[in-house]
């Protein structure tokens, strides 16, 4: 599909994630087969610039085009600020954060709560598709709560105001993350306007992408939640929408090459002293998917639920995740992960 002048390599996406999707976590993920990603927000209020949490959400060194900046707030001037200043940095995509739940984001009324004033979200796409010549984009939910979706009128306003794609999550601002995603609305969304739809909400295996793009019509599937720990999930969705066959599992080599990569990314962009902290929550995604891994059973047990039992994967995982925590040094989370991964075996599972 195309994104203005650009002609993206698939239709699944990395969702924009605060804390989540900084800059390695992005590129890991198009290298994996993701067709497209979107920085964690950044703040529009110009006095957050120049502090170090925000010029790291703004770095796209390296990235592939098209770079993608989303930016928060509920003030239009303001915005199309930010839109510039981004835009001056090298950004070539704006997004439109009006999809954000978290609290302390709708208390100022910007992210989801801006669904709940509709004249000034729609200010807010004019002021910021006028400010700058990239495509500008809007991820949003379906509405303030499930009895006041407004998601359709919405994007209709927001396409006439200039935006060159809508993304919606199919959950309400009062659902947060609870629930199960809803794919109606998408699908009247989709039918709606004319430029390009991207369904979001519990996308987290092929089968399921491929429902929700049969359901909706959507033009592609952003990725969010299901992608911590298990970023190969973009070439396994991409792969079988394209052939309707389903990859195999990574192998454990290429998990472990995968993991440190990403954590040596990691520490480059954050440094020796902040990057292990931030990285905890990284490597215990990982783990996660490792207890549902076979492969990484670390003992057989005759318990009536083996995975709790001494010796069990999750028993090992969260002693490793527990020591994860404590190390303080680059050097000393890789070690355990290495300790750990060289005593993970195929042949070894829990009954």
């Keep these: 599909m195309n994104l203005g002048p650009y002609r993206l390599p698939n239709n699944v996406f990395v969702a924009p994630m605060a804390g989540v999707t900084d800059r390695p976590f992005r590129q890991l993920?198009?290298?994996?087969?993701?067709?497209?990603?979107?920085?964690?927000?950044?703040?529009?209020?110009?006095?957050?610039?120049?502090?170090?949490?925000?010029?790291?959400?703004?770095?796209?060194d390296g990235e592939p085009a098209p770079k993608a900046v989303q930016i928060a707030g509920a003030d239009p001037s303001m915005m199309a600020e930010a839109a510039r200043f981004n835009v001056d940095r090298g950004a070539q995509v704006i997004d439109i954060n009006m999809g954000c739940p978290a609290k302390k984001v709708c208390d100022v009324a910007a992210g989801s709560a801006l669904?709940?004033?509709p004249a000034l979200a729609l200010a807010i796409v004019e002021a910021v598709a006028g400010?700058?010549?990239?495509?500008?984009?809007?991820?949003?939910?379906?509405?303030?709560?499930?009895?006041?979706?407004?998601?359709?009128?919405?994007?209709?306003?927001?396409?006439?105001?200039?935006?060159?794609?809508?993304?919606?999550?199919g959950r309400s601002r009062a659902d947060a993350f609870l629930g199960?995603?809803?794919?109606?609305?998408?699908?009247?969304?989709?039918?709606?306007?004319?430029?390009?739809?991207v369904a979001n909400g519990d996308v987290d295996s092929p089968a399921k992408a491929a429902l929700v793009l049969a359901r909706t019509g959507a033009d592609a599937v952003m990725i969010g939640r299901a992608a911590q720990g298990r970023p190969w999930v973009f070439r396994e969705v991409d792969h079988f929408l394209r052939t309707g066959e389903l990859l195999a599992p990574p192998s454990l080599d290429e998990i472990r090459q995968v993991l440190r990569g990403h954590l040596v990314d990691h520490y480059a962009f954050y440094?020796?002293?902040?990057?292990?902290?931030?990285?905890?929550?990284?490597?215990?995604?990982?783990?996660?998917?490792?207890?549902?891994?076979?492969?990484f059973g670390a003992a057989r047990t005759g318990a009536s639920d083996p995975t709790q039992a001494?010796?069990?994967?999750?028993?090992?995982?969260?002693?490793?995740?527990?020591?994860?925590?404590?190390?303080?040094?680059?050097?000393?989370?890789?070690?355990?992960?290495?300790?750990?991964?060289?005593?993970?075996?195929?042949?070894?599972?829990?009954?």
Excluded at 278 to 294: N, S, T
């Design 29 to 60: 993920c198009r290298r994996l087969g993701a067709g497209y990603a979107v920085s964690e927000m950044a703040a529009s209020n110009p006095r957050l610039w120049a502090t170090v949490k925000t010029s790291r959400r703004l770095n796209h």
């Design 115 to 117: 669904m709940a004033e």
């Design 180 to 197: 199960h995603a809803e794919y109606d609305t998408i699908a009247e969304v989709k039918r709606t306007v004319r430029v390009p739809v």
């Design 131 to 169: 400010a700058v010549d990239v495509p500008v984009t809007v991820k949003m939910r379906t509405g303030p709560t499930r009895e006041a979706r407004n998601a359709v009128s919405l994007a209709r306003d927001f396409e006439s105001a200039g935006a060159a794609m809508i993304t919606v999550h």
């Design 271 to 295: 440094g020796e002293h902040a990057g292990p902290r931030i990285a905890r929550k990284h490597i215990g995604w990982y783990i996660d998917g490792w207890c549902e891994d076979r492969r």
């Design 310 to 351: 001494p010796g069990s994967a999750r028993d090992v995982a969260a002693r490793l995740r527990d020591a994860i925590n404590r190390a303080e040094r680059p050097e000393d989370q890789l070690a355990l992960l290495d300790d750990y991964l060289d005593h993970a075996d195929d042949r070894i599972t829990v009954h």
